[in-house]
Every structure is written in C-alpha cells, then in structure tokens.
C-alpha cells in the first residue's frame, strides 16, 4: 500500500551484494565500488562507477511497484537493448535504514540467469 511505498522511497546506497549463478556464489568486492539507486514515486534509477576511474560506469532506470512484499522493476532505460522493458520481480524487505531485495533475473536473450540478494542502506539528507 501506500505506506510502504512511501518507506522504499528515497536514496540507497549498495553495502552487501551477492549472486548465485550456476550453482557458485560471488559476493561482490564493493570495496572501489559506489552503487546507489534512487526511488521516488513511480520511478527507481541506480547508477554506478568504480571510484577514480571512467571504467565500469553504469546506469539504468524505470518504473516499479512495491506492495511491502513484492518489488517489480520495469527497467525501461539501460545501455544494452536486450535488457529494455524487461520486468524483474523481487522481494523487498525494509528494515529500520535497510532495504533487502533479492530474486531470480533471469532474461533468455541475454544469457542472464541468475539469483541476487543486496543489502541497501538510507543515504541520510544532510541538512
């Protein structure tokens, strides 16, 4: 409902990431890494750069519903064609400044098949 939108509103920034891919699991080295995503509203983007360098900058962004539960992602803008209008489905579990998300993407054309579980924490506005 509207109350949990309103709670996944705001800026996140990436602290824990892992993902399960053909029965292996890679944790993420975030250690030269800033992810952060974005929601507002109606619409989520996230981007990410590897600090001190141009390499491995990459963003994306589109619409998405949340029902406390249950998080959609429309990724309606993202560099590789194949991804575009693809619909991820994950859950989404707000904890205090915590926002856990996980589930299976998992897009055919683009060979991409594989389970993720990260661990978001609220970017505080500094006043």
């Known amino acids: 409902g509207e ?3 309103n709670l ?5 920034k ?3 990431a892992e993902i399960r891919e053909n029965d292996s699991l890679q944790i993420k080295d975030l250690g030269n890494t800033e992810f952060i995503k974005i929601i507002n509203k109606s619409h989520f983007a996230f981007f990410n750069q590897e600090l001190g360098t141009s390499e491995n900058f990459m963003a994306g962004g589109g619409t998405y519903e949340f029902d ?3 998080y959609t992602e429309t990724l309606d803008f993202f ?3 194949d991804y575009r209008n693809h619909i991820f489905k994950f859950k989404a579990e707000i904890k205090g400044d915590s926002l856990i998300q996980q589930g299976h993407e998992k897009i055919e054309k683009a060979d991409l098949d594989r389970y993720i ?3 978001y924490v609220r970017i505080q506005q500094t006043k």
């Open 8 to 12: 996944i509103e705001g800026s996140w």
């Open 3 to 5: 109350a949990d939108q």
């Open 79 to 81: 560099a590789t064609p």
């Open 117 to 119: 579980l990260e661990k």
């Open 68 to 70: 406390g539960i249950n």
């Open 14 to 16: 990436l602290v824990y």
